[in-house]
């Protein structure tokens, strides 16, 4: 992981952060080219009442209709939390390439049973089980504390104390 990985990784949590304010789950993520160039980003979009306004999902909507097959098989998407099913799915069927994210689904659902908040609708599930051919790292160790504060301000009602 190098400073440029974890700039975008960082730009992720920024935009998680602007979800949460929003008052939304804070989840971000980022789609950028084989060299390193941004070229969209979102963050999460449920609080409306779609369900499926998670930003790794729209990112593989706008590769799809933005970028070629060989521009997205090289691309990235950097994520502040694992895919859920629904969004490696997505991620697969565009064939986009790599996923590096700061937090894995099961430390998220770890958190949420550790402060009694109900299972979502869908089993979580590793990426690599749902589009196995997709290369995954993370968890990325400098940054999930700072993700796990936000889901826990999300589940303290907003308070930024976590009292």
Do not use: K
């Not at 992720?12 to 070229?39: I, M, Q």
């Not at 700061?102 to 979502?120: D, F, K, M, N, T």
């Amino acid at each position: 992981m190098d400073d440029r990985e974890l700039g975008h990784l960082r730009r992720c949590v920024a935009l998680a952060r602007e979800a949460l304010e929003a008052g939304d789950e804070p989840f971000g993520s980022v789609l950028v080219t084989r060299d390193g160039t941004a070229l969209a980003e979102d963050r999460n979009r449920v609080a409306g009442g779609d369900g499926t306004r998670h930003p790794e999902f729209e990112l593989a909507r706008w590769a799809a209709a933005n970028m070629t097959a060989a521009e997205r098989a090289g691309a990235t998407v950097y994520t502040s939390g694992e895919h859920c099913p629904m969004c490696a799915a997505a991620h697969g069927w565009v064939g986009l390439g790599r996923i590096v994210y700061v937090v894995s689904s099961a430390q998220l659902v770890g958190w949420l049973e550790e402060w009694g908040v109900p299972a979502a609708p869908v089993r979580p599930l590793p990426v690599g089980q749902v589009a196995p051919g997709v290369v995954v790292e993370g968890p990325v160790p400098e940054l999930v504390e700072e993700v796990r504060a936000l889901h826990r301000r999300l589940h303290d009602g907003g308070r930024a104390d976590g009292a």
